[in-house]
């Protein structure tokens, strides 16, 4: 934690310094550790959440793209289902026999995320892009948020939730889509590993959802009701989102 920490102070600070609306880390010596917790300090955007309109997400993935890697911060390589040698999680608190499907899922995921014909070039990702981390400030500015799962790796990561908000969960509109992709200037619906990826996503949303079912009996809720879709290819309207 301590590492991902100084990781996102690191880079919020390259984004100040490339003039990009983000979530600000106070100028302060940190992050801090204090009795075994791992401390950060922020600059508070806005007093109330309230999510960005479609197309300023569109505009500020498109314009994080465009950026070039920093060469004084070391991103590590995306991999949003963990190294080769790591081991699985072991999703206890799921029943024994979707914790068994979900852990077949994840392990396939990691072995084939990598090895997807991805169709854009490489380079510096959020690793969570979608509307929930785009927020307005209280100037009304769109800013992005939540840079723990910066890194570098494809594109497409940063752009498969928006596709499967809208053509999977129902959460976007057509139109709404429709802008995303006139503005980012690629549709990712499009491409040949589409499906294959839209698939790995669900399984990083479902397994992040069965981490927190032991706290909350509505995430245990929707993690069994996620995973029943996903063993029998029901639909996924019926999807809450987090």
Do not use: C
């Amino acid at each position: 934690m301590l590492e991902n920490a100084q990781k996102q102070v690191d880079v919020a600070g390259w984004l100040e310094a490339e003039d990009f609306p983000a979530v600000r880390a106070l100028d302060v010596r940190q992050p801090v550790v204090a009795e075994n917790r791992v401390v950060t300090f922020w600059r508070s955007e806005s007093d109330e959440d309230v999510y960005a309109p479609i197309d300023e997400v569109a505009h500020l993935i498109r314009r994080l793209h465009a950026l070039t890697e920093p060469t004084d911060i070391r991103l590590p390589a995306l991999r949003p289902f963990g190294a080769p040698d790591d081991p699985l999680p072991d999703f206890s608190v799921l029943s024994s026999d979707d914790a068994q499907y979900l852990r077949g899922r994840f392990a396939e995921a990691r072995r084939t995320f990598d090895s997807l014909d991805y169709a854009l070039p490489r380079g510096v990702v959020h690793g969570d892009a979608n509307v929930g981390n785009v927020i307005l400030a209280d100037d009304g500015r769109a800013v992005l948020i939540d840079l723990d799962s910066f890194s570098r790796g494809p594109r497409e990561w940063d752009l498969i939730q928006t596709a499967i908000f809208y053509d999977r969960f129902g959460w976007h509109t057509a139109e709404e889509y429709e802008t995303f992709v006139r503005i980012y200037g690629y549709d990712i619906m499009g491409w040949s590993g589409y499906r294959d990826l839209a698939n790995m996503r669900e399984v990083a949303m479902t397994a992040w959802l069965s981490r927190k079912a032991s706290n909350s009996a509505r995430s245990a809720a929707e993690a069994a009701k996620r995973l029943s879709a996903m063993r029998t290819g029901a639909s996924r309207r019926d999807w809450s989102a987090y």
